[in-house]
């Protein structure tokens, strides 16, 4: 299909972001979150775009365009843009920023509430994978994934001491760029893990048997309809993926699979979701034996539900650390 005109596309794009946004009139300039957009939002506008124009875009791209008039020329190039490795989430006027790196999802999108209550004067930043866009390869190793990402937050920081924060999967990311500062002799001002685990493959016999015994468990009470458990590292933001974006799925569980966690000489800091899943129960029999320190504390909810339910729980806690990092 061919490209539509930039003047034509905002006159598609004004009436889908009226609906959506429940809104009488919308400014070709107006900003879609200070309008009330949200992740969830953002994901049936994009739906709605590529039905009405026939072009397909990551839904995350609203960060780089959140006006009609930004999104409408983004629309009107003729190949696909390439995901950025950094979209800043927050601004902030205190130095150094922290940098967040994306779950299984591999995008920002699952950050959108929680940051959104995170108490800092320093801007916030999300980290992206290679390859969510379907334009490059995705990355199998975690060690690939720290070292893009550390790319990417070098232009924007070139020295440490550096605040690094992951969820689930970028956990395991913000673990490896750490390490990787660290053989740079860069200093880590904050290191925080939110329910971060490796593959069940790296766990202790035990822990393995307990883990089991807890999953069996769960099948059985699925099939009789007693609870609905999400699968483990699962993006928050359900929709059903694309093609490019469950093949980015599946190379990066390869990836965790592949990953094996060393000894970490500084501080872990953990955030462990008060209702175990699919993961262990403990993370401070995995953890504590592969770092110098370790300071665990729990947010309510389960693993997806303290981003997508109780994350101003989360927000608190992890201004909590950041404030005593400070």
């Known amino acids: 299909m061919k490209t539509m005109p930039a003047s034509a596309m905002v006159d598609v794009l004004v009436p889908i972001w ?101 108490q800092t004067p320093r801007a916030i930043y999300g980290m992206q994978a290679k390859g969510i866009d379907g334009v490059e390869e995705p990355l199998d190793r975690i060690e690939d994934m720290a070292r893009y990402s550390l790319d990417a937050v070098k232009q924007v920081q070139p020295h440490g001491p550096y605040f690094l924060v992951g969820f689930s999967l970028g956990g395991l990311v913000a673990l490896e760029m ?51 458990v999400k699968p483990p590292y699962q993006t928050t ?19 965790l699979e592949r990953y094996q966690p060393r000894f970490y000489p500084g501080k872990i800091n953990f955030v462990r979701a008060a209702i175990p899943t699919d993961f262990p129960a403990n993370p401070t029999a ?14 309510p909810g389960d693993h997806l539900g303290i981003m997508t339910t109780h994350f101003e729980s989360l927000a608190s806690v992890i201004s909590g650390f950041l404030r005593d990092a400070s």
């Open 18 to 118: 009226q609906r959506l946004l429940q809104l009488s009139s919308v400014g070709v300039d107006d900003n879609f979150f200070d309008l009330g957009g949200d992740s969830a939002l953002a994901l049936e506008l994009f739906n709605e775009i590529a039905l009405a124009s026939g072009r397909e875009l990551p839904p995350v791209m609203i960060y780089h365009a959140p006006t009609i008039t930004a999104l409408a020329a983004l629309l009107e190039q003729p190949t696909t843009p390439r995901v950025p490795p950094l979209v800043r989430l927050k601004s902030g006027s205190e130095d150094p920023p922290v940098f967040i790196a994306h779950g299984l999802g591999g995008s920002v999108m699952d950050f959108f509430q929680v940051v959104k209550h995170i």
């Open 237 to 255: 933001v359900e929709t059903s993926p694309s093609a490019a974006l469950q093949h980015f799925r599946d190379t990066s569980y390869l990836a």
């Open 178 to 228: 750490a390490q990787q500062l660290i053989a740079e002799k860069e200093k880590i001002g904050l290191l925080l893990m939110l329910d971060s685990y490796p593959h069940v493959s790296r766990l202790s016999r035990g822990q393995r048997a307990r883990l089991s015994s807890r999953q069996t468990w769960r099948r059985f009470a699925r099939r009789l309809h007693w609870l609905g």
């Open 286 to 299: 995995i953890w504590s034996h592969l770092a110098n320190e370790l300071e665990l504390k729990t947010a």
